[in-house]
T-cell receptor, first 116, second 114 residues
């Protein structure tokens, strides 16, 4: 059963704590992405990775960090430096053809992070 | 029923009617566009896409229209059903030196009344 999985579905964090959100895909996609979604709003890009061991900052990278040690995995750490981390976090992936990453992104089910 | 994107983020229609959801995109260099459907508490689901060398593309019960002159995109849903109730996002893609990326609109909430 191919797809993108995110865990956990719900996550609670105390202020000042770092927390890591998991994203795994078995679609053999090269590129992976992290987005943040606030209530009633669209998606904002946090970080993305076109290939293993490489990643770039998106529009709202401050307070977040990522790693891409394996093609299948792209974990996101929300650090204590992120001032307003409560949000819905979405992971996506897309494939590469002919040396270029294609545009269509497929999304996981999301993780809802709440800071207490 | 018809929405005008950011200025009217909600659209309410009767079951069986046709729905039109509009989106104004910002970058004239964008060459690929996607519509996503997002149900409450779930990730966005791909519906249909269109490249800038086309002005219309049809899927099952959905049609996307692209007007590059005025940078406007629309999603038409035929015979709208209660299961179509969701938030619909348009996304535009343009190439950067590091690869392509998507920029999402704010979304339109579609409510289908039985």
């Amino acid at each position: 059963d191919g797809g993108i999985t995110q865990s956990p579905k719900y996550l609670f964090r105390k202020e000042g704590q770092n927390v890591t959100l998991s994203c795994e895909q078995n679609l053999n996609h090269d590129a992976m992405y992290w987005y943040r979604q606030d209530p009633g709003q669209g998606l904002r890009l946090i970080y993305y990775s076109q290939i293993v061991n490489d990643f770039q900052k998106g529009d709202i990278a401050e307070g977040y960090s990522v790693s891409r040690e394996k093609k299948e995995s792209f974990p996101l750490t929300v650090t204590s430096a992120q001032k307003n981390p409560t949000a819905f976090y979405l992971c996506a992936s897309s494939r590469r053809t002919g040396g270029r990453v294609t545009d269509t992104q497929y999304f996981g089910p999301g993780t809802r992070l709440t800071v207490l | 029923g018809e929405s005008v994107g950011l200025h009217l983020p909600t659209l309410s229609v009767q079951e069986g009617d046709n729905s039109i959801i509009n989106c104004a995109y910002s970058n004239s260099a964008s060459d690929y566009f996607i519509w996503y459907k997002q149900e409450s508490g779930k990730g966005p689901q791909f519906i249909i896409d269109i490249r800038s060398n086309m002005d219309k593309r049809q899927g099952q019960r959905v049609t996307v229209l692209l007007n590059k002159t005025v940078k406007h995109l629309s999603l038409q849903i035929a015979a709208t059903q209660p299961g179509d109730s969701a938030v619909y996002f348009c996304a535009e893609s343009y190439k950067e030196t590091s690869g392509s990326r998507l920029t999402f609109g704010e979304g339109t909430q579609l409510t289908v009344n039985p």
